[in-house]
């Protein structure tokens, strides 16, 4: 079964600074890794996704996560950090017809 | 373009009452749908999911069912709700073909309390 995995509960950072929210995964074949963002009492909205080619994947809000397949890793990254960007962030990998979710990171960032 | 749409967006029921939420999408054909329910504000745990009118999926044995009548509406429903069904109900689609075949949109939600 496919699984990823969310090592930190939350994550502080402060304003202006560079965030990463980390996930790794365990998959058999090849993955196919996405991030979500949740705000309170809002649905899920997807961020990105790793399919195939480049590592480094561009998504919205100026967010970016690196597909590492030696670390199987797909971290999320953004260079500045903004208050909005407090949240809950999610990744999730595909199997089947489905998606695994991870348990969830809470990115708080401080001005 | 693409829509989904959730009501009611909250409701509070008495434990034993009866539970029907809707779920609708628009802008696309045959799209798989998901019900997804998050407790306390975290995880979240995959209920149904459908990939085509009448075909549903049971992820957890609950007190809850789902129904597809339409290719775009998707139902969640309980003849009796117990107090641990209390929690946000999302609701979630996929496409069946294209660029965005492979990532799930999800609905705005629904928060269900029961009392």
């Known amino acids: 079964a496919q699984s990823v995995a969310q090592p930190e509960d939350q994550v502080n950072v402060a304003e202006g600074n560079p965030l990463t929210v980390k996930c790794t995964y365990s998959?058999?074949?090849?993955?196919?890794l996405f991030w979500y963002v949740q705000y309170p009492n809002r649905g899920l909205q997807f961020l990105l996704k790793y399919i195939t080619g480049d590592n480094l994947v561009k998504g919205s809000y100026g967010f970016e996560a690196e597909f590492n397949k030696s670390q199987t890793s797909f971290h999320l990254k953004k260079p500045s950090a903004l208050v909005s960007d407090s949240a809950l962030y999610f990744c999730a990998v595909r199997e089947g017809n489905k998606l695994v979710f991870g348990a969830g990171t809470i990115l708080r960032v401080k001005s | 373009s693409q829509t989904i749409h959730q009501w009611p967006a909250t409701l509070v029921q008495p434990v034993g009452s009866p539970l029907s939420l809707e779920c609708t999408v628009e802008g696309t054909s045959n799209p798989n749908l998901y019900w997804y329910r998050q407790a306390a504000g975290r995880g979240l745990q995959l209920l149904f999911y459908s990939v085509g009118i009448g075909q549903i999926s049971s992820e957890v044995p609950q007190n809850l069912s789902a129904s597809r009548p339409q290719d775009r509406q998707f139902i969640l429903s309980s003849k009796k709700l117990l107090l641990s069904d209390s929690g946000f109900y999302l609701c979630a689609w996929r496409g069946s073909g294209g660029l965005s075949r492979h990532e799930q949109f999800f609905g705005p939600g629904t928060r269900l309390t029961v009392l």
């Open positions: 998959v058999s074949g090849n993955p196919y």
